[in-house]
């Protein structure tokens, strides 16, 4: 913990966390939209129907 | 294969939908109230209970979390069962969920308005009803995993995403914000102080916001509109999308509310441009909800339902297009302290949050109680006095804001402020307070009728305690990935993983924030004249608290030219060190109070000013819509606890002597005799050990430290 204080303490300004902060977010949204897309269409239409496929309904 | 059966439970949804009406109806009458206490301050009632700094955190908790929490409830122990083909996993977690979240209620309530509060907005609970809060939102959390865990079917709807995505922060949220040390049972001293209580204050504040009364009510609209339309979700692929770039994304949008406030550049810089990026996954889910209806708008002219659900999504739009905007610092500028950060949440809460509760209620209702909504035409009444509502309450205030925060920076030719009085700024925008509780009355008349329907819809159906179903018992598969599961596909069977991945992907944002403010010294530059609070004022300082001050006094000149006029020297972040909690504020109904004390400053008023102006502020004030505080005057001031006050302190790091608790009462008595003999001097009758002294004292310390 010393050692990370010590670091950030030497850092001159804290816009490197930023930056890093939006690679992170932008490598994670575009590996999210990967895999948004390699679902199997059938898979993404069976899922989507999920809340209308129960049979409990009492109308 | 061989069908297992089942009952899901209705009994407790009934009782959370109960329950979210009836809170619902007392959340807007408290805050119709509120709203009426602007243009008429008698209706205060000259009683402490009744006053509008302490009722107004009953109005914001019983809405946010009576009314909307019970929705989320009603709303995900109906879905979630049916979604998991599985009864909840428990029924006694369900009921101790159910009974544990009401006590909270009613203990919240109570509490505000005998003054227990930590000032921090949306967590001003004290810390027995914070720990009360953890442990029934864990038995929710135990109840609804177990439900997940013991589910019928492979798949995790996303619905179910969101809801657990809202339990895993709300946690987090509510467990670091809510770190306090006790004085006694009522009272407690955030370890958090200034500029890092404010940070976690509104990290966790907006994320109320983001997942207290977006991501739950994400989770409903996905179940609820695909039901209602009878249409499968627009674009299952849009969501996955939209889910982890929301939740990411929300976390870091909290410096936003404290954009030109004492804090770091690059924590501000961060919340704006987060809080833009924000508006793409936002209008994801809009683009998803209102796309859900494609070739349904023809239904959303005869059904009152899809009526509600259409303009909760669009509320949702709007407000999660405005408040980016507000973001930028720029326009910021001009919104904040003002009464479009009032317009802006009533938007959301009344439109996105009540319009889609109100849809969900009038489908869910008439299905557990097998019959149809009593009155459609009614329901159509409810939906347009509500919209005819939203419309009347926001644009006065829009409008309202825009003309006072001009008259705030109009300058004259002269280059002095053309409205120096304060006060001249609020009594101009008097009618469109009026206006907007014409707009209040009339969306809380609606929920009456929303109720009543309702009620005699309950009255005319017959209750289903249970609903029997059926369905396979789940084979299992292998823990890993098969041939071609991709991996999202494959967390969407894994509730726990997906659980710790929702956990990291919140966490990153709040750690970049946080843990650098702590930890990098230069982020609030010391100033050596800064030094704590007296045992008075400490004690003056706590009835501030009490009373609610910050709900309508901010105590933060940003640095503009005409606050600085107005008010003095901007505020710095190292006068704040010792502030255990900050009271900053968000709003400005009165004057900034950040260099009240300072005897040279813009503001200064003398001691026997703020006697009267407690006890009857129009008598000093004509015209001023504060509340009087004559109690302040009578009571006597408490100082059993002052020497543990002072001991606590010391535990947080603030540098009194040591033994300094011994002697601080006998400081105290001490103060307080100099400011009463003063008073009693000009002809003033009181005595040194009224509360009021203790407030005038933390008054004239306001802003004094670097003016030494």
Request: hydrophobic share 45%; with cysteine.
């Amino acid at each position: 913990m010393n050692l990370i204080k010590e670091y950030l303490v030497s850092v001159n300004g804290a816009y490197i966390y930023a930056i890093i902060a939006m690679l992170i977010f932008l490598l994670t949204f575009i590996f999210m939209i990967y895999q948004a897309y390699s679902i199997k269409k059938e898979d993404v239409s069976h899922y989507s129907r999920l809340p209308l496929d129960e049979e409990d309904e009492n109308q | 294969m061989e069908q297992e059966k089942f009952y899901y439970d209705n009994r407790i949804v009934k009782y959370f939908a109960y329950a979210t009406l009836f809170w619902a109806i007392i959340g807007m009458l408290v805050g119709l109230l509120v709203a009426l206490q602007f243009i008429f301050p008698s209706l205060n009632f000259d009683l402490a209970y009744t006053t509008f700094s302490r009722i107004r955190p009953v109005h914001t908790n019983a809405v946010i979390f009576a009314f909307v929490g019970n929705g989320i409830f009603t709303g995900v122990y109906y879905s979630l069962q049916r979604l998991c083909k599985a009864r909840m996993f428990n029924d006694r977690l369900s009921y101790i969920h159910f009974w544990g979240w009401q006590l909270i209620i009613v203990l919240a309530a109570l509490t505000f308005i005998f003054g227990i509060t930590t000032s921090k907005e949306y967590a001003e609970l004290e810390w027995p009803v914070d720990i009360l809060v953890a442990l029934i939102w864990v038995i929710f959390g135990w109840n609804m995993f177990g439900t997940i865990l013991k589910r019928r079917t492979r798949h995790i709807y996303v619905a179910i995403w969101f809801y657990i995505a809202t339990f895993v922060t709300v946690a987090v949220l509510h467990i670091v914000n809510s770190i306090a040390i006790p004085v006694s049972l009522l009272k407690s001293y955030p370890v958090y102080a200034g500029v890092q209580d404010a940070l976690v204050q509104w990290w966790y504040g907006h994320n109320a916001v983001a997942f207290f009364l977006t991501t739950p009510y994400l989770g409903l609209m996905y179940y609820y509109l695909p039901k209602a339309a009878n249409r499968p979700v627009y674009s299952y692929r849009l969501s996955i999308i939209h889910f982890w770039a929301l939740i990411f994304l929300y976390i870091w949008a909290g410096p936003h509310h404290l954009l030109y406030n004492a804090l770091p550049d690059w924590a501000q810089t961060l919340g704006m441009v987060f809080s833009l990026m924000l508006i793409a996954p936002s209008w994801g889910g809009m683009v998803n909800g209102l796309l859900t209806l494609r070739g349904a708008w023809d239904k959303v002219r005869e059904d009152p339902v899809l009526k509600f659900f259409v303009v909760a999504v669009t509320a949702y739009g709007m407000s999660t297009l405005e408040g980016p905007l507000m973001s930028i610092k720029a326009i910021n500028a001009f919104t904040h302290f003002t009464d479009w950060t009032i317009a802006h949440v009533h938007v959301g809460a009344l439109g996105w949050n009540g319009f889609l509760t109100f849809g969900m209620l009038y489908w869910l209702i008439p299905r557990m109680f097998n019959t149809q909504v009593f009155s459609k035409k009614l329901a159509n009444v409810h939906f347009w006095l509500g919209t005819l509502g939203i419309i009347f309450y926001a644009i006065p205030l829009y409008w309202g804001a825009v003309v006072q925060t001009l008259m705030w920076k109009e300058f004259d030719g002269l280059g002095f402020l053309k409205y120096p009085n304060f006060l001249e700024t609020v009594t101009q925008i008097i009618p469109m307070y009026g206006a907007r509780a014409i707009g209040g009355t009339l969306y809380v008349t609606g929920a009456l009728i929303g109720v009543w329907n309702l009620y005699k819809t309950i009255k005319a159906g017959q209750f289903s305690k249970e609903t029997e179903a059926t369905a396979p018992a789940l084979v299992p598969v292998s823990s890993k990935r098969t041939d071609g599961e991709s991996r999202h596909r494959w967390l969407e069977r894994k509730p726990v993983q997906f659980m710790i991945a929702s956990l990291i992907v919140i966490l990153i944002g709040g750690a970049v924030e946080i843990i650098p403010m702590y930890l990098i010294k230069t982020n609030i530059p010391t100033i050596s004249s800064v030094k704590p609070y007296t045992p008075l004022e400490l004690e003056g300082r706590d009835i501030y608290v009490r009373e609610g001050c910050y709900t309508c006094h901010s105590q933060m000149i940003r640095p503009f030219r005409s606050e600085t006029e107005r008010y003095g020297e901007y505020s710095k972040a190292g006068e704040f060190v010792y502030d255990h909690p900050f009271q900053w504020g968000s709003k400005r109904n009165g004057p900034d109070l950040a260099r009240e004390g300072v005897k040279t400053g813009k503001i200064y008023k003398p001691d026997s000013w703020h006697f009267t102006h407690m006890i009857d502020p129009r008598s000093v004030s004509p015209g001023s819509i504060m509340p009087t505080y004559p109690w302040l005057a009578e009571n006597n001031l408490d100082v059993s606890y002052t020497g543990k006050k002072i001991r606590v302190m010391q535990s947080l790091g603030v540098p009194y002597p040591d033994g300094y608790d011994k002697q601080a009462t006998a400081d105290l008595e001490n103060q307080a005799r100099q400011i009463a003999g003063g008073l009693q001097a000009s002809g003033y009758a009181t005595d040194a050990d009224k509360e009021i002294i203790a407030l005038i004292a933390y008054l004239q310390r306001l802003g004094t430290d670097i003016s030494k």
